[in-house]
């Protein structure tokens, strides 16, 4: 008698642990987070707008997978997103960001949402001023995003007649950034093309300029 209370126990035991582990993944699964996901493409630098995204609920499973949580709305895309993209906080530009003028003297076709490397010319050499430049609007001058601790410094290129030269650019497998004349540009560019690529010097800082982060 005394074997079958301590069965009948330890079946109502683990009949209880059981059902415990069922209810607490039942409530996990029924735990959720807001999210934001994007409801059509949008080019790098675009400022979002209501009918560009939309808010969600996903199952929080307890990874420690971020999402963005907040609202999106009025903030600007720091590249290009597909529509049906679940946002992340580094979808979004911070907003210490600025829009300045840029004339440039020579560039590739250019839209918005493109994104430039930058040279300037200083004493016949071409210095990198910029990388991963955001263009929000084409013409002349276009319309560019930098950060707003660069502001004082792109106006002053802008306000000086600096000439300036810009890459449609990604930024994969570019070269660092250095002052560069003609005659490392020739030798560099010659021995690449005879299948003999030579390694860049290394970069010399300029007394005039530098490159900006």
Do not use: C, K
Request: hydrophobic fraction near 45%; avoid cysteine.
């Amino acid at each position: 008698m005394r074997r079958q209370v301590v069965a009948v126990g330890l079946t109502l035991v683990v009949i209880a642990v059981i059902g415990l582990l069922y209810l607490q993944a039942l409530a996990q699964s029924r735990d959720t987070r807001r999210a934001w996901v994007t409801t059509r493409d949008l080019a790098a630098g675009s400022v979002i707008a209501p009918a560009d995204v939309e808010r969600v609920r996903i199952p929080d499973t307890g990874d420690p997978f971020t999402v963005l949580e907040s609202s999106p709305i009025g903030r600007r895309a720091a590249h290009a997103l597909s529509s049906g993209t679940l946002l992340v906080p580094d979808d979004l530009l911070g907003q210490d960001t600025v829009l300045v003028p840029l004339s440039l003297r020579a560039a590739p076709d250019l839209a918005a949402g493109d994104t430039l490397d930058v040279y300037a010319l200083v004493g016949g050499q071409a210095v990198l001023v910029g990388r991963d430049v955001i263009v929000v609007a084409t013409g002349d001058p276009l319309s560019v995003l930098v950060p707003a601790s660069q502001e004082p410094y792109w106006i002053a290129l802008q306000a000086g007649g600096v000439e300036l030269y810009a890459a449609r650019s990604s930024g994969a497998e570019v070269a660092p950034g250095g002052d560069v004349d003609v005659p490392t540009a020739i030798g560099q560019l010659a021995g690449a093309a005879d299948g003999n690529a030579v390694s860049l010097p290394a970069p010399t800082p300029s007394p005039t300029m530098r490159r900006q982060p």
